[in-house]
């Protein structure tokens, strides 16, 4: 245990974990969409259903959707600061199978068009657990700098990547596959030590059979 731990993170409050958690999850949403946003619908579970209006839970999670840190006082602002960026921005409330109280799937539109969805649970102390990118399962914190590397399941590709990660220099900490079936897509989640520059990351772009390259970096 650290003191962050103990005195919590440093934030807009009034929870580390209906605000400050909420806001990583917005903001892993905008890293994984890569893009300004232009239409987000954001779903609410569990407690985080009961209680988002009371703790400010939407307006964290919409400041993190706008890439604001939990401690940028914009996220008081923030409902009113989307809509005059004109992102329309939806909120519902219902149940996820087998998920954690503190739950949120955002699904969002960027202006090129592209889509994604990602699902997020705040865990306490505003740390976060993100459990589903674009419908696949996948898990990991965003406490370390992440590569998300979606790609066609292919013999090969697995080592390629992992050998330009270590050409790099970057310790890998953490390595999980998911996949929707054989020869399908799968996501690599890749948690390192060190972080990774562009175009390190576009070396592994370019991999055959990769589709596209994430890096999260929320600290």
Known sequence: MNVFDIIGPVMIGPSSSHTAGAARIGKAA???LGEAPVRAEILFHGSFAKTYLGHGTDKAI????????PWDTRIRESTKLAREAGISITITTGAIDDAHPNTALITMTGISGKSVSLQGASVGGGNIQITSINHMKVNFSGQYPTLIVLHHDQPGVIAQVTTLVSNHRANIANFRLNRQEK???AI???EMDQTMDKESVEEIRGIAHVKDVILFKLN
């Open 30 to 32: 905008r890293l994984l």
């Open 62 to 69: 919409i400041g993190g959707l706008l890439g604001f840190d």
């Open 188 to 190: 690599m989640t890749i």
């Open 183 to 185: 020869g399908g897509l």
